[in-house]
């Protein structure tokens, strides 16, 4: 609830200053897909089944009575599993899909961020590619000629712009690619599994670019299955389920909800195949962590924090067997996959002694030396000899440094080192 | 952030007229995207090449002396003055039209992760292709100039009138391009199809030579069945005729070319709602 409370105070401004009406709204919006029931791949085999009679189309409600409003400023996010609906309805607010029934109004110019460098032509000048480009998400010449500096200027491209872009490299391509499409400052930016693609600099760009959006109030529509991504950047998010709006709300809650469901899924599953390993979880569970919380210095649950400030982790564990001397132990990851750090009980010399039954142990940073950025903390439980895993929780728990509204002298990097500068 | 009141970017599904007339709007808003396609697709063909332009030129140049080489005994060339003008004449309307309904069904399928991604209106890119077809018939008409009057024909005010038979084919083409367009999307083996029926359909079709060697009974069949027999013709009137045509002969390619986009226009938009998902 706190880490909500918290993105409605850094958002509120801008909510509040337009009110305008939504800038997105569906009223029982529904789309129905004809698909051939068996894949028909050659024009002659559906000639001659079509003669047998035997050409059927399965009709199925990709969406199905959708009704949600998305106000100017917001950060949407949407969840669900593949095939609930997600990029259905991504389609229908970038145009390129119909409903079937219900109301669709959008009022502004959405622009997608992906599939960088798509329409672009190998054989022809970067130069040529941006008016190309350009042209395709709707911009006349001279609209592409206001914007043409600024676009070769962040692409970093110089000459390079009056060149085939098959003489490019990739990461120029891409520099391209990204400029453009993001130049365009759409009111409505549609950010589609943004943090799975591209190299590290690239994805930290794209963050960069989203983050300024953000500051300019354009509304921006994310789908993740990042669940800590939606839950850091997003205000508000709709969980989709089978093409119908399960839970609609404050991200955080949604979100809950959502894992909750999941993990019920996953409990079931666990029950059955006694597996015990998922991509994020693992261990015999012997020692269970029960619940991890990321609070502030006051106690209280927080999720986005200042450069700066102190961060205590608390967990809460269980041993469902005596164990001797456990290890605790936690990690902190950027969201780019740098290893930050990764301290646990066994190096600092705190030894457990003999656990049984509930347990809970806090790790405290007193001042935090993160600068912007998302984080997650991972957190085990080990056998005193690091040899056998009670359970690992491998990155499950977000929190973002954001430092908007602080005086912090730091800007670029991962850290801040507390140095000082010296006339010498 | 401003908001730009742009009613180009206001979008109400409700405020939805007919899909065939909302397509025509949508394309004068993206008509820049239109010329830049054309841009793309002339730069693109002559960049790397070392003739460069001359080749929209030699092309049908290198085809028609083939022709004259091997045909015009064959077709009796005594009966038919000025044979390779005859030929490069009807070819040039040929390759318009094989080539802009082509490239309508291969820049759409190109284009086709795009048009998941981002709105464009889908026929932009058959439109386009007959833009690209324009330019290149356009560059044609010299050499075939030249080469009407090497073989002794002689060029009336008649040639002015060019224009409208090429915007007939072009109507005709873009109704075949939109409809072919069509199928490729719910079928990847129409263009390969269509490459061998344009193959067949170009010989039925009196383009190397007159229809007058048809056997008597064939003859209507071929000729008032085709098309494209209305279409070579008419373009032939200006040029190699020399002449205005007839009522008949300027209306029977108008009507059927009025016909074949009509009806392709509305197959092509009623379908593309689906395309997002079939491409």
Redesign the interface.
């Known amino acids: 609830m706190n880490s909500h409370t918290a993105s409605n105070i850094l958002f509120g401004q801008k909510a509040a200053s337009s009110s305008?009406g939504p800038i997105i709204s569906l009223t029982d919006?529904s789309v129905r897909?004809?698909?051939p029931q068996e894949r028909?791949?050659?024009?002659?085999e559906?000639m001659i089944r079509w003669l047998q009679g035997q050409v059927k189309n399965r009709e199925f409600w990709a969406l199905n009575g959708i009704s949600l409003e998305i106000q100017?400023g917001e950060i949407f996010g949407l969840i669900g599993q593949n095939g609930a609906g997600k990029s259905t309805l991504l389609?229908l607010i970038?145009?390129?899909?119909?409903?079937t029934a219900?109301?669709?109004?959008?009022?502004?110019?959405?622009?997608?961020l992906?599939?960088v460098g798509?329409?672009f032509?190998a054989?022809?000048t970067g130069r040529?590619n941006i008016?190309?480009n350009?042209?395709?998400?709707?911009?006349?010449?001279q609209e592409m000629e206001a914007k043409f500096e600024r676009i070769v200027e962040f692409s970093e491209l110089g000459e390079f712009i009056d060149a085939?872009l098959r003489t490019y490299s990739s990461g120029m391509w891409a520099r391209l690619g990204f400029a453009v499409a993001t130049d365009s400052?759409p009111?409505i930016l549609i950010v589609d599994e943004i943090l799975s693609v591209g190299d590290e600099a690239f994805q930290r760009k794209c963050f960069d670019r989203i983050q300024s959006f953000e500051a300019?109030?354009?509304t921006i529509l994310m789908v993740s299955h990042s669940m800590s991504t939606i839950e850091t950047m997003c205000q508000r998010a709709a969980w989709l389920d089978h093409g119908k709006v399960v839970a609609l709300g404050p991200a955080r809650s949604v979100v809950a909800r959502y894992l909750g469901r999941v993990k019920d899924h996953e409990a079931e599953r666990l029950a059955e195949e006694s597996s015990q390993v998922n991509d994020q979880r693992w261990g015999d569970r012997r020692l269970e962590i029960k619940q991890v919380r990321v609070l502030n210095a006051e106690g209280k649950e927080q999720h986005i924090f200042h450069t700066g400030e102190s961060i205590v982790l608390q967990i809460d564990y269980f041993a469902h067997e005596p164990v001797v001397s456990p290890i605790v132990g936690i990690a902190i990851h950027k969201q780019d996959g740098v290893h930050i750090t990764g301290p646990n009980t066994g190096f600092a010399g705190l030894d457990l002694g003999r656990v049984e039954g509930p347990n809970s142990i806090s790790y405290t940073i007193p001042a935090v030396p993160l600068l912007e950025g998302l984080f997650h903390f991972s957190v085990a439980v080990v056998d005193r000899e690091d040899s056998t895993v009670y359970d690992y929780h491998d990155r499950l728990y977000p929190f973002r440094i954001d430092n908007r509204g602080y005086q912090i002298p730091e800007l670029y990097g991962v850290m801040s080192m507390q140095g000082k500068w010296e006339v010498v | 952030m401003k908001v730009q009141n742009d009613p180009r970017w206001v979008y109400d599904s409700a405020q939805r007229g007919d899909i065939a007339l909302e397509e025509i709007r949508e394309l004068f808003n993206f008509r820049h995207l239109i010329w830049q396609l054309i841009r793309r697709d002339i730069l693109t063909r002559y960049k790397r090449s070392f003739l460069g332009i001359a080749w929209t030129m030699l092309n049908p140049l290198g085809m028609m002396i083939v022709w004259t080489i091997a045909f015009s005994q064959i077709f009796k060339a005594a009966e038919l003055p000025a044979y390779p003008a005859f030929t490069l004449n009807g070819l040039l309307a040929w390759s318009f039209f094989s080539q802009t309904t082509t490239a309508s069904m291969v820049n759409l399928v190109w284009g086709g992760n795009l048009l998941n991604r981002i709105y464009m209106p889908r026929a932009s890119f058959a439109l386009a292709a007959m833009g690209t077809g324009l330019v290149n018939i356009s560059l044609s008409l010299v050499p075939l100039l030249v080469i009407m009057l090497v073989s002794g024909l002689s060029l009336t005010w008649h040639v002015l009138f060019v224009p409208v038979p090429m915007l007939i084919l072009m109507a005709f083409s873009l109704g075949v391009g939109l409809l072919m367009s069509t199928f490729a999307v719910y079928f990847p083996d129409v263009s390969e199809m269509y490459q061998i029926m344009l193959q067949a359909w170009m010989f039925l079709t009196p383009i190397m030579y007159p229809e007058t060697v048809l056997p008597e009974q064939y003859r209507t069949v071929v000729t008032m069945l085709n098309p494209m027999y209305h279409m070579v013709k008419l373009f032939r009137i200006p040029l190699y005729y020399g002449r205005l045509p007839t009522a008949f002969e300027l209306l029977t390619p108008l009507a059927i070319a009025i016909v074949v986009l009509t009806v392709g226009w509305i197959v092509f938009t009623r379908k593309s709602d689906e395309f997002s998902y079939r491409i």
Do not use: C, W
């Open positions: 305008d919006v897909y004809r698909v028909i791949g050659t024009f002659k559906y100017p389609k970038s145009r390129v899909l119909r409903p219900g109301r669709l109004v959008v009022n502004g110019r959405v622009a997608p992906l599939e798509a329409g032509h054989e022809l040529e008016y190309l350009g042209a395709m998400l709707g911009f006349s010449r085939p400052q009111e300019q109030g354009a």
